[in-house]
């Protein structure tokens, strides 16, 4: 069995659509996602003169392109990017948007593919774990939260928490709590499990640019004790790669959302075995995407 996992997309559909070419050209069986599927980059557009101009806290790539065109045209290239427009900083509004987007990413993987598709919450979705739920469920796809299910020769578990970080996110809890926590899934987990979680081990993959490990002590030693196959986690971009505690395969799969960067990992249940996936999107084939979105969404 073939499953693709990957992280992070922050709501870039553009990304979701190479997702589903990776389905369809390497005969996937399965999609897992860990986390961070909602969008982040909040936006605001105005006009200055005859041009477009752009107001958020995350960079732009190709900034004059997009811009580029009447409103309608700019509007659905920052959408199909992971970009959503509100008028300020509105909490209640951001997570209205992050469930509305929710639906509209299931609803366009379940279109084009017909395989199962399994997914954890990050601490950028925004969404009350019964919400995100209960979205998934309307859509026939499966919830890692503190979830155990079979797919073939191994289970999938799932685990949604991570470390407090500086901006105050979902699913957030020091060390202590955390590990309260894992003992939900921690008797599940033994060498047949594909371990999904957000955060990282301590000092596995989990590097941010200060050189600064922020992954879970926690996790690391459910892992260094249980031993899962597979272990999968996205959350800290600078760090996506693959590496051992001892026997068990880790694989960091978080994505370059602002970058059009899709990153993941094939992993082959019967090989036991991984191949490393990268794509850039480039931006010719933006044009092309935002057909697609008007077909599917």
């Known amino acids: 069995m073939k499953i693709f996992v990957t992280s992070d997309i922050h709501g870039n559909k553009a990304l979701v659509y190479i997702i589903l070419e990776i389905v369809k050209k390497e005969n996937i069986n399965a999609l897992i996602i860990a986390g ?11 006009k200055n003169g005859l041009r477009y101009k752009f107001r958020s806290v995350f960079n732009l790539k190709n900034r004059e392109d997009i811009l580029r065109g009447d409103k309608r045209m700019v509007k659905a290239r920052l959408d199909l990017l992971g970009f959503i427009e509100i008028s300020k900083d509105n909490f209640s509004m951001i997570k209205s948007k992050q469930r509305e987007e929710l639906r509209r990413i299931c609803k366009l993987l379940l279109k084009t593919i017909d395989i199962p598709v399994y997914m954890l919450i990050g601490n950028d979705d925004h969404i009350p774990d019964e919400g995100w739920h209960r979205i998934l469920n309307d859509y026939g796809i499966f919830d890692l939260n503190l979830r155990t299910y079979t797919l073939g020769e191994f289970k999938i578990a799932g685990f949604q928490y991570v470390l407090p970080t500086p901006w105050n996110t979902n699913n957030e809890l020091p060390e202590d709590e955390l590990a309260k926590k894992l003992r939900n899934i921690e008797r599940r987990v033994d ?4 371990l999904i979680t957000h955060s990282p081990p301590k000092g596995i993959l989990d590097k941010v640019t200060d050189g600064l490990c922020v992954g879970s002590e ?3 030693n459910l ?3 249980k031993q899962p196959f597979f272990h999968i986690f996205g959350h800290i971009h600078e760090a996506f790669g693959h590496a051992k505690i001892d026997n068990t395969i880790c694989c960091n799969v978080s994505c370059l959302w602002t970058d059009w960067l899709l990153r993941g990992y094939i992993v082959d249940t019967k090989e ?3 191949k490393r996936i990268k794509k850039e999107i480039l931006l010719k084939e933006i044009e092309d995407m935002m057909a697609k979105a008007n077909l599917h969404l």
């Not at 909602?38 to 605001?44: A, V």
């Open 36 to 46: 961070d599927i909602t969008p982040k980059g909040f936006y605001e557009l105005y």
């Open 191 to 194: 060498r047949k499990t594909i």
């Open 218 to 220: 926690s996790i690391f």
């Open 223 to 225: 892992v260094k004790e």
């Open 272 to 274: 036991k075995s991984i």
